[in-house]
Each structure stands twice: as structure tokens, then as C-alpha cells.
């Protein structure tokens, strides 16, 4: 028998040739490289997971550098959205964050069906950030003082306060008051969840009870407000703080500026609900780079700390 009509011969196949629309630069070996960019190039030809670009000056960012620089914009301080665990490493004192109420989960109390029903919802978001709802809360230290600590996640379901929200903000402030501890609460939504109808407004009574106690005690919360925080989060616990401080550019309102627009049909000034707007305006007391928000709150916590417990 020849060679040729061998069936090992025969199984031998030329290799495959991947059409260069498969290969993702950076998928070959040696360093990463920023794919060449045209003018007019669409989006879609960016590889996913690789590189972002900034909305507000189109700079490409890596994703690696963009983490580590906090995720801002290293060409125009433009401030992302951020994970809460990202934040809360950004803020705490290594290994000091002890997690509270991590288990805690919404139901459908009204059994809501829209586009999508809200168990549906909570499933995905769920698979999507691994959190259980759009908050995150413990203790921790910053530069070495300890602090109630509590981060929304805008991820998850635009950071929208259910009655789990509510709830685990209510123990956090709750705790920093039992225990004498300064409070910080780091918002970032879109307001009440609507899937929950009016226990979702409730949620706004009992966080804004729970904080008039705590300051009662004479003890400081200092609220971060970041882009964007708006509606029933903004008109509850986030605009209570007795230090409202603010990450440059975030949009910080109550209703969107369409519908006041409408409402009022007056012109809104240039910048409006923007956290630059609200300082001026006397609503925000500082606004503070991402990059410096650690330093700034510790020095915050040290000023306002005469009441609270030291160690
Ligand atoms: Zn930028």
C-alpha cells in the first residue's frame, strides 16, 4: 500500500488558518499592544474586556492601568463607576473589612411582572456581581480608625434601595451608634427600587429615623456621594450627612433635569445637579478626588472624632 493511501496519511489535515477577524490583539505573544484606532472606528472593533474608553475625553484606558489608577481617567480625572469591594479596598485598611448582613436577600413581595419580572432581575444581577443585593456593609479601619462602613453598588440594579438596602444601611448606622462609631456611607443610585413599590419609600422613614438617633448621640456621618446618586436615596439618608462630600463630575439630584424642565418650564443654569454646581450652591461641603478620598475622610474622622471611640 502507498504512502498516500495510508488512513493515518489521509487524517493528517493541513492546520486550520484563523482568519485575522478572529485573532484579538494581544491575543498573540509578547506585550500588549493599544490597537490602532482610525478615525470613525466603531466601538464594536474593541476588544471586549481590554480597554475602555473614557466617555468624557474618548482616551483609550487600559483596564489594568484604569484599576489601578482607582478607576479614573489618567488624561482627564473623569471618575468612573466603581465595585464596592474595589472601593472599599481603595478606603479600608488592608484586611480590616469585616462584612455584615452579607446574606441578606430581597423577595418579591408584590410577585412584579414588567418587561421582566423582578425575580428574574434579582437572578441575574446576582449571577452578575455575586452579591446578593446593591449594598455592601461592615466595619473597618481607615488609617487605623474604626468606621460603620456601608457601599452602594450601582452595578447592581442601578444601586436601587429595596427593603434589603434599607435594611442592612439601618443595622450599619444602627451599630455605629450602639458602638459609638463614626459612620460612612458611600451612595451611588438611582433612587428607590421600583419592583417593591412602597416598601421600597419606606426604606427612606427608617434609614433617616435611624440616622436622627445616631446623631443624637453626637456622633459624625459623613456621606460620599458619588455618580450618580439621585431620588429617594439622595432625598433620604445621602443628603444627611453632617460632612456631604462629593467625587468631581458626579450627578447628584432628585428628579432628572427632563422632567423638572417640564415641570417648571423654566431653563436650567448650566451644570446643574452636577456635585460642582451643588458646592457652589451650599448643598455639598467638599468635593474630593477619588485618589485623595482616603487621606481627606481619615482627616475628616480625626476632626470630627472627639465623641467617638478611639480604639
Ligand atoms: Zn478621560
Given at each position: 500500500?502507498?504512502?498516500?493511501?495510508?488512513p493515518?496519511?489521509?487524517?493528517k489535515l493541513?492546520?486550520?488558518?484563523?482568519?485575522?477577524?478572529?485573532?484579538?490583539?494581544?491575543?498573540?505573544?509578547?506585550?500588549?499592544r493599544?490597537?490602532?484606532l482610525q478615525?470613525?472606528?466603531r466601538?464594536?472593533?474593541i476588544?471586549?474586556?481590554?480597554?475602555?474608553?473614557?466617555?468624557q475625553?474618548?482616551?483609550?484606558?487600559?483596564?489594568?492601568?484604569?484599576?489601578?489608577?482607582?478607576?479614573?481617567?489618567?488624561?482627564?480625572?473623569?471618575?468612573?463607576?466603581?465595585?464596592p469591594?474595589?472601593?472599599?479596598?481603595?478606603?479600608a485598611?488592608?484586611?480590616?473589612?469585616?462584612?455584615?448582613?452579607?446574606?441578606?436577600?430581597s423577595?418579591?413581595v408584590?410577585?412584579?411582572?414588567?418587561?421582566a419580572?423582578?425575580?428574574?432581575?434579582?437572578?441575574?444581577?446576582?449571577?452578575?456581581?455575586?452579591?446578593?443585593?446593591?449594598?455592601?456593609?461592615?466595619?473597618?479601619?481607615?488609617c487605623?480608625?474604626?468606621v460603620?462602613?456601608?457601599?452602594?453598588?450601582f452595578?447592581?440594579?442601578?444601586?436601587?434601595?429595596?427593603?434589603?438596602?434599607?435594611?442592612?444601611?439601618?443595622?450599619?448606622?444602627?451599630r455605629a451608634?450602639?458602638?459609638?462609631?463614626?459612620?460612612?456611607?458611600?451612595?451611588?443610585?438611582?433612587?428607590?427600587?421600583?419592583?417593591?413599590?412602597?416598601?421600597?419609600l419606606?426604606?427612606?422613614?427608617?434609614?433617616?429615623?435611624?440616622l436622627?438617633?445616631?446623631?443624637?448621640?453626637?456622633?459624625?456621618f459623613?456621606?460620599?456621594?458619588?455618580?450618580?446618586?439621585?431620588?429617594g436615596?439622595?432625598?433620604?439618608?445621602?443628603?444627611?450627612?453632617d460632612?456631604?462630600?462629593?467625587?468631581?463630575?458626579a450627578?447628584?439630584?432628585?428628579?432628572?433635569?427632563?422632567?423638572?424642565?417640564?415641570?417648571?418650564q423654566?431653563?436650567?443654569?448650566?451644570?446643574?445637579?452636577?456635585?460642582?454646581?451643588l458646592?457652589?450652591?451650599?448643598?455639598?461641603?467638599?468635593?474630593?478626588?477619588r485618589?485623595?478620598?482616603?487621606?481627606?475622610?481619615?482627616?475628616?474622622l480625626?476632626?470630627?472624632?472627639?465623641?467617638?471611640?478611639?480604639?
Open positions: 500500500m502507498a504512502m498516500s493511501d495510508s493515518f496519511r489521509k487524517k493541513p492546520p486550520v488558518a484563523v482568519p485575522p477577524s478572529q485573532t484579538l490583539p494581544g491575543a498573540e505573544a509578547g506585550p500588549l493599544k490597537p490602532k478615525p470613525g472606528s466601538r464594536r472593533e476588544p471586549e474586556g481590554l480597554w475602555t474608553k473614557c466617555p475625553c474618548g482616551a483609550m484606558l487600559h483596564d489594568r492601568d484604569l484599576a489601578a489608577n482607582l478607576r479614573v481617567c489618567s488624561s482627564c480625572q473623569h471618575h468612573f463607576t466603581m465595585d469591594v474595589a472601593r472599599i479596598a481603595s478606603l485598611d488592608p484586611g480590616t473589612f469585616e462584612e455584615r448582613d452579607a446574606g441578606m436577600e423577595v418579591d408584590l410577585k412584579f411582572t414588567g418587561v419580572t423582578y425575580v428574574d432581575r434579582l437572578q441575574k444581577y446576582r449571577q452578575a456581581t455575586g452579591r446578593k443585593d446593591a449594598v455592601v456593609t461592615g466595619r473597618a479601619r481607615i487605623g480608625r474604626p460603620e462602613l456601608a457601599v452602594m453598588d452595578g447592581f440594579l442601578g444601586g436601587s434601595m429595596g427593603s434589603v438596602v434599607g435594611e442592612k444601611i439601618t443595622r450599619t448606622i444602627e451608634t450602639a458602638e459609638r462609631l463614626p459612620l460612612i456611607i458611600v451612595s451611588s443610585s438611582g433612587g428607590a427600587r421600583m419592583y417593591e413599590g412602597m416598601f421600597s419606606m426604606q427612606m422613614a427608617k434609614t433617616s429615623a435611624a436622627a438617633y445616631h446623631a443624637r448621640a453626637r456622633l459624625p459623613i456621606s460620599v456621594l458619588t455618580n450618580p446618586t439621585t431620588a436615596v439622595m432625598a433620604s439618608y445621602a443628603s444627611l450627612g460632612l456631604i462630600i462629593a467625587e468631581p463630575g450627578m447628584i439630584g432628585f428628579a432628572g433635569p427632563r422632567v423638572i424642565k417640564d415641570t417648571t423654566a431653563t436650567l443654569p448650566p451644570g446643574f445637579q452636577t456635585a460642582e454646581f458646592q457652589e450652591h451650599g448643598l455639598i461641603d467638599a468635593i474630593v478626588p485618589t485623595e478620598l482616603r487621606q481627606r475622610l481619615a482627616c475628616y480625626e476632626f470630627l472624632g472627639a465623641h467617638t471611640r478611639q480604639s
